[in-house]
């Protein structure tokens, strides 16, 4: 049994509690482009590195999205949150699901930041596990080829994502591989899902297509879609200030 794990994270600012959860395989620095922008609007910024990445530990196994989903709860615990607004990029959108699913009543908000509900096809979880080969062969630098070409074309923004992913550790990586390989499919849990919700798209994501975007939108009972014509799988690093505008409408929400 994987027990949960302490997680390194900033907390910036006063007021409703939001925590920001960054996609694979970056950290928390990829939301600083909106950080002063909500601080401002009266939110309490929690910044974690989930576990394998940033300064977190990285512990051997494979890291569920559930599992993750318990170190989120066990943070929370640790800075005597009762109920935060949960903001989920990517990776970190499949570990905001599974909290949802598990622990709704510490749920006040939700937003979905470039990501889906949907579980991997058997040709994507082969191509994560492919993955894994390589990590273990070439270590971390064998995702700096291609991957930061899918994340955005934004070449200043490419290039500090091979940084962050070159603090990362080739244990860190391959957990949350295979914890998204076989990650469940969620899409029958949204219209459970209560809380506020927004879920923010880039017409450019090459990743994931609007079609994905729009669809949750439409299952979850509360929520709403923000298109963002010039972003792609980047929002809050492209353009920052759409996505710190849905994330403090967001906020506003959930105080009806």
Not at 43 to 58: C, F, K, M
Not at 126 to 136: A, D, F, H, I, T
Request: aromatic share 6%.
């Amino acid at each position: 049994m994987i027990s949960s794990t302490k997680l390194h994270h900033r907390v910036i600012g006063n007021g409703i509690p939001m925590v920001l959860l960054h996609g694979f395989p970056l950290d928390h620095t990829i939301w600083y482009p909106v950080v002063d922008i909500l601080a401002a609007a009266g939110i309490q910024v929690i910044l974690p590195d989930l576990r394998g990445h940033g300064l977190s530990p990285s512990p051997e196994g494979v890291y569920t999205m559930n599992l993750m989903a318990e170190d989120i709860l066990n943070l929370l615990e640790d800075l005597g949150i009762e109920k935060a607004v949960l903001v989920g990029h990517s990776m970190g959108g499949y570990v905001s699901l599974a909290f949802s699913c598990l622990y709704p009543n510490r749920l006040s908000g939700l937003a979905l930041v470039s990501t889906q509900a949907s579980a991997d096809t058997p040709e994507k979880r082969q191509s994560r596990l492919n993955m894994v080969q390589e990590v273990k062969r070439y270590g971390v630098k064998a995702l700096c080829g291609t991957m930061p070409l899918k994340l955005t074309n934004n070449e200043v923004i490419q290039q500090k994502i091979i940084e962050i992913i070159c603090r990362t550790t080739p244990q860190g990586i391959i957990g949350a591989l295979k914890g998204m390989a076989y990650r469940p499919d969620f899409a029958g849990r949204l219209p459970s899902i209560s809380v506020p919700t927004v879920v923010v798209g880039g017409l450019l994501d090459a990743i994931i297509p609007m079609e994905s975007f729009k669809l949750m939108s439409q299952l979850l009972c509360k929520a709403w879609l923000v298109e963002i014509k010039e972003a792609g799988h980047m929002p809050m690093m492209e353009t920052p200030e759409p996505v710190a505008g849905a994330l403090c409408e967001l906020a506003q929400r959930v105080f009806i």
